[in-house]
C-alpha cells in the first residue's frame, strides 16, 4: 500500500510541477503584454493583436493551469496530510496570493479588452515583478520546508 501510495504521489507530484510551470510562464508573460499593449490605441490592430494573444494566454493556459494547480496540491497535500504542517499552511496563503494576482490581470485584461485600461505601463511592470517574488518564496517553502 506504502508504493502505491508513493507512486501516485509521484505522478501527482510530476503534474503538478508541469501545471505550476505552465502558470508561472503565463504570469510572468501577461504583465510584460500589458506593457506593451498600453503604447496602442483603441480600436487599432496592434491593440486588437493584444488582446486576442492576452485571452489565448488566459483562457488556453493560465486559467486550466491554475486550476490543475490547485486540484493537484490539495490532492497531494490530502494523500501526504501536510494540513498540519506550518510550512505548507503558509505555502496555500501564498498561492492564495498568486491566484489573486492571477485574477487581478485577468480583470486588468477585461479594462483593455474594452478599450478602458486607465494603468500606466509602469504599474504593469512593477506587477510583473508579484509572480517572482511569490515563487520564490513557494518553492522555498515545498523544498525546504523550514518548518
Do not use: C
Amino acid at each position: 500500500m506504502q508504493a502505491l501510495l508513493l507512486d501516485h504521489y509521484l505522478v501527482l507530484k510530476a503534474l503538478h510541477v508541469i501545471a505550476v510551470i505552465a502558470w508561472m510562464s503565463g504570469m510572468f508573460y501577461l504583465p510584460r503584454l500589458f506593457v506593451y499593449h498600453t503604447q496602442t490605441r483603441p480600436g487599432d490592430a496592434d491593440y486588437e493583436r493584444f488582446v486576442l494573444m492576452e485571452r489565448r494566454l488566459l483562457r488556453v493556459i493560465m486559467n486550466p493551469a491554475m486550476t490543475l494547480v490547485w486540484i493537484l496540491g490539495l490532492t497531494m497535500a490530502w494523500l501526504m496530510d501536510w494540513w498540519p504542517a506550518h510550512w505548507f499552511q503558509l505555502k496555500l496563503v501564498l498561492v492564495a496570493g498568486m491566484t489573486w494576482v492571477h485574477h487581478s490581470y485577468a480583470l486588468w485584461f477585461k479594462a483593455f479588452a474594452k478599450g478602458r485600461n486607465k494603468r500606466s505601463e509602469r504599474f504593469f511592470r512593477l506587477w510583473n515583478e508579484a509572480p517572482t517574488l511569490l515563487m520564490i518564496a513557494i518553492v522555498i517553502l515545498a523544498i525546504v520546508k523550514p518548518f
